[in-house]
T-cell receptor, first 112, second 115 residues
């Protein structure tokens, strides 16, 4: 399984963009990069995932480095509701290995 | 569209008692997961089902934990007997299929307290 490195914590101001980095230098060519977040006292919430190209959805954007050894989750305008622990998780394409392995994640604080 | 439903949301039991958790996945999702989350840590997979077949139960403590997914829809996770160390949040998730191409959707979890 690919190892990931994320900052333990980050701070942001409300309505400003946030860039959450993740290093996954041992990722395999068939690993998707998934991002989930977990708000206090809730189950994890899917944010976005991608393989090679940058991805956008209504929640965030995912920028994947050309060598795929790192990625950045971009929240375009942070709100107080975005305060959560963000997990970056490489996940193999193959169904037999389709398990999420959560690390410690990055705890994002958003200041009003 | 309804999300993953879990019940109960909270459960307090004495050690050595049995306990069961129920999960109803999103309609049409073939893959179902049970995770355990200890305080301050990320979730850890207990078991994964593809339809009614348990395809990965390597992390399930089989001496006291059991699970079933009859008819490939709802699932039940049971602990018998419960121990103090089983106090945690038990999360259920589902996805259209297994593998990295599919996102997982999580329920709110069941918080178990064993006294």
């Amino acid at each position: 399984d690919a190892k990931t490195t994320q900052p333990n914590s980050m701070e942001s101001n409300e309505e400003e963009p946030v860039h959450l980095p993740c290093n996954h230098s041992t990722i395999s060519g068939t690993d998707y990069i998934h991002w989930y977040r977990q708000l206090p006292s809730q189950g994890p919430e899917y944010v976005i995932h991608g393989l090679t190209s940058n991805v956008n959805n209504r929640m965030a954007s995912l920028a994947i480095a050309e060598d795929r050894k790192s990625s950045t989750l971009i929240l375009h305008r942070a709100t107080l509701r975005d305060a959560a622990v963000y997990y970056c998780i490489p996940m193999n394409y193959g169904g037999s290995q389709g398990n999420l392995i959560f690390g410690k994640g990055t705890k994002l604080s958003v200041k009003p | 569209e309804a999300g993953v439903v879990q019940s109960p949301r909270y459960k307090i039991i004495e050690k050595k008692q049995p306990v069961a958790f129920w999960c109803n996945p999103i309609s049409g999702h073939n893959t179902l997961y049970w995770y355990l989350q200890n305080l301050g840590q990320g979730p850890e997979l207990l078991i994964r089902y593809e339809n009614e077949e348990a395809v990965d139960d390597s992390q399930l403590p089989k001496d006291r934990f059991s699970a079933e997914r009859l008819k490939g829809v709802d699932s039940t996770l049971k602990i018998q007997p419960a121990e103090l160390g089983d106090s945690a949040v038990y999360l259920c998730a589902s996805s259209l299929a297994g593998g990295g191409g599919y996102e997982q959707y999580f329920g709110p979890g069941t918080r178990l307290t064993v006294t």
